[in-house]
């Protein structure tokens, strides 16, 4: 349809294809972070930290953090191999960031170094999974990234719903009743997948929500895969990120107590460099037989990307007070984020004036999960085309305005309900634009169908 547009631009009735369906931040339009950028292209082109000129292009904690930094790779080789849990020096740095986070120590053993947040998942997956008998409690909706690893590893998926009335909490009784289930077929349940904040849904898991879930993954003996790389995309007042890390930790429970992995990657928050590929895996309480064979897997990758690992350790890491950088990085970085909370608001307040729609508060991550209530006739339409109701929406919804959103099915969803995923990413100036299309598209398309 794009190239469609670029050769007959009068085909369709908009000019423009409108990507809400990309969680991809710099490629719709979002600036990233100076500093960041500052300290990569020092460390990759480190003659530039023998010229004379580089001071007055370059700040000076971006020229300090980049000599820091290549010091501590061996041969100061940005493009060589480094030790396949990453860069010994970088992991001690990001440790710190990490035990600076949550008030509780962080052992720099325990950090995989990975490219991106999805590598990891992958590697997870096959180190839990032995045979389809295995299976893993898996949030329903949520990103198709575990549900296709289960599919690939051969795992059996044991789904659980979010509670849509309750904010998209995890029902910890539902949780019981998925897993009992599972095991009365024979599936041995090895963890459980937690998304904080939520991808698709966008909810943010209050404290108490998250004890209850470390206490059932301590009494089932399950692995708690902590997906939290939407941790600092949060846009509300009432909640805050807490890692699942430090609420075990906080509960009393160390390492012989709970088995937790957590992912975190440099594609989103407020830096959204998911070209980079950086990201990383904390593994705690494994024995130490568990571990070789974690680290065995990880070596089959040789290494992430450096650049990567040199990103995630200035996530975790950035200016402090007195740097030269630091007050232009907070303003970059509040900028960002209150741009994407005052999109993702007008978003779900649009929705929600609209017949049939409902949407949730986007409390975190970077989407919208509105429910859809499909007239009778647009279902029968569909079932005629042999195409899912929501997706026959959305089809209709591009073909009409040249948006672009996830049906819900693509995510899972409680049967008999519909929705569609949109992205808060678009630049703030077009969200009115998007809005106006969206409207005038539901409002004939509610009518058209009208029971």
Not at 299 to 306: D, F, H, K, Q
Request: glycine share 8%; aromatic share 10%; charged share 20%.
């Amino acid at each position: 349809m794009q190239k469609e547009l670029e050769t007959n631009p009068g085909l369709y009735p908009f000019d423009e294809i409108i990507y809400c369906n990309l969680s991809n931040p710099h490629y719709l339009g979002q600036q990233p972070i100076k500093f960041f950028r500052e300290v990569l292209a020092l460390c990759d082109y480190p003659h530039l930290l023998n010229c004379s000129v580089t001071s007055s292009i370059f700040s000076s904690d971006a020229i300090t953090r980049a000599r820091e930094i290549l010091d501590l790779i061996p041969g100061r080789a940005m493009g060589g191999y480094s030790h396949c849990q990453g860069t010994e020096g970088l992991r001690n740095a990001i440790a710190v960031g990490i035990a600076t986070r949550d008030a509780f120590p962080c052992n720099a053993e325990d950090i995989f170094l990975t490219d991106g947040a999805a590598a990891p998942v992958h590697m997870v997956m096959h180190l839990l999974i032995r045979d389809e008998k295995d299976g893993i409690l898996c949030p329903i909706p949520s990103h198709f990234l575990y549900t296709s690893s289960m599919a690939l590893c051969g795992a059996t998926l044991v789904p659980y719903y979010l509670d849509e009335s309750g904010g998209w909490a995890v029902s910890i009784s539902d949780l019981k009743k998925q897993l009992d289930g599972a095991r009365s077929e024979g599936i041995t349940v090895r963890g459980l997948v937690v998304v904080n904040p939520g991808n698709p849904t966008g909810q943010v898991l209050v404290k108490e929500n998250q004890c209850e879930i470390v206490e059932f993954c301590r009494i089932e003996n399950l692995v708690l895969l902590a997906d939290e790389v939407y941790q600092e995309n949060v846009y509300t007042d009432e909640k805050r990120f807490i890692s699942f890390k430090k609420i075990a930790r906080s509960m009393g429970f160390g390492e012989e107590d709970i088995s937790l992995i957590s992912f975190h990657s440099v594609s989103n928050g407020y830096y959204g460099e998911c070209g980079r590929r950086g990201g990383y895996m904390e593994v705690t309480g494994f024995n130490s037989e568990v571990r070789k064979q974690v680290y065995k897997v990880a070596s089959l990758s040789s290494c992430s990307n450096l650049a990567g690992q040199v990103l995630v350790s200035l996530v975790m890491n950035p200016p402090k007070v007195g740097d030269e950088s630091y007050t232009s990085y907070w303003e970059e970085r509040d900028r960002i984020m209150l741009s994407l909370s005052r999109c993702a608001e007008a978003m779900v307040q649009a929705f929600n004036s609209l017949e049939g729609l409902t949407c949730s508060k986007a409390e975190g991550a970077m989407f919208v999960f509105p429910s859809v209530r499909l007239p009778k006739r647009a279902i029968a339409a569909a079932e005629a085309m042999n195409t899912k109701p929501d997706v026959f929406y959305a089809l209709r919804l591009l073909e009409n305005t040249g948006i672009v959103v996830l049906p819900g099915s693509v995510f899972g969803q409680v049967p008999g309900t519909w929705h569609f995923r949109c992205t808060i990413l678009q630049q703030e100036e077009k969200i009115q634009l998007i809005i106006n299309r969206f409207k005038a598209f539901h409002e004939t398309f509610m009518e058209e169908f009208r029971d």
